[in-house]
T-cell receptor, first 113, second 114 residues
Framework: EAGVVQSPRYKIIEKKQPVAFWCNPI?????LYWYRQNLGQGPELLIR????????DSQLPKDRFSAERLKGVDSTLKIQPAELGDSAVYLC???????????FGPGTRLTVL | AQSVTQLGSHVSVSEGALVLLRCNYS??????LFWYVQYPNQGLQLLLK??????LVKGINGFEAEFKKSETSFHLTKPSAHMSDAAEYFC????????????FGTGTQLKVEL
């Protein structure tokens, strides 16, 4: 069974540029999560989807971050414009239902110059 | 609010020695507790989880953890370290009432020496 797929794996951009990350969850998993992991820290939840609905986006900086999961399968996280402090690893995870174990993708390492 | 404290950001052991990684949690409701491992440039892999059944939980790669409510602890152990165990380990707590949001500790980097 394929795991959570993320692309790109690495991205380097200059500040004020836009950037987007893509995630394809494990087949059949209804719940999808985006986390941000700063250097030397544990991951922090940005947003959680149940199918197409964003059920917890309280930690998403909505002035510059947006996310979508239009068909309830894959998802895109966007930052526009990026700031230096956005440099981090962005992790996507999925679970069968909202109460089940979360499985993580390899992450996208973003560097903002 | 939930929180997790991992004591020791770096732990070094000799190959074959006991591995002990410490985790203490704070939760207002009975928690679900997890240990994840992260190898360089990879995502997090689930080692084991406690979901209110047996207090001693066995996971993959010979790891186990014991839930101690009186100590609010969930320490991770392995009897004999292997070089391949070198990685970063994260303890996490989930409040299912909060929709399975995981709150992670800051991680412990495990180094295994010959």
């Amino acid at each position: 069974e394929a795991g959570v797929v993320q692309s790109p794996r690495y991205k380097i951009i200059e500040k004020k540029q836009p950037v987007a990350f893509w995630c394809n969850p494990i087949s059949g998993h209804n719940t999808l999560y985006w986390y941000r992991q700063n250097l030397g820290q544990g991951p922090e939840l940005l947003i959680r989807y149940e199918n197409e609905e964003a059920v917890d986006d309280s930690q998403l900086p909505k002035d510059r971050f947006s996310a979508e999961r239009l068909k309830g399968v894959d998802s895109t996280l966007k930052i526009q414009p990026a700031e230096l402090g956005d440099s981090a690893v962005y992790l996507c995870a999925s679970s069968l239902e909202g109460r089940d174990t979360q499985y993580f993708g390899p992450g996208t390492r973003l560097t903002v110059l | 609010a939930q929180s997790v404290t991992q004591l020791g950001s770096h732990v070094s052991v000799s190959e074959g020695a006991l591995v002990l990684l410490r985790c203490n949690y704070s939760s207002s409701v009975p928690p679900y507790l997890f240990w994840y491992v992260q190898y360089p440039n990879q995502g997090l892999q689930l080692l084991l989880k406690y979901t209110s059944a047996a207090t001693l939980v066995k996971g993959i790669n010979g790891f186990e953890a014991e839930f101690k409510k009186s100590e609010t602890s969930f320490h991770l152990t392995k009897p004999s370290a292997h070089m391949s165990d070198a990685a970063e380990y994260f303890c996490a707590v989930s409040d299912l009432g909060g929709g399975n949001k995981l709150t992670f500790g800051t991680g412990t980097q495990l180094k295994v020496e010959l």
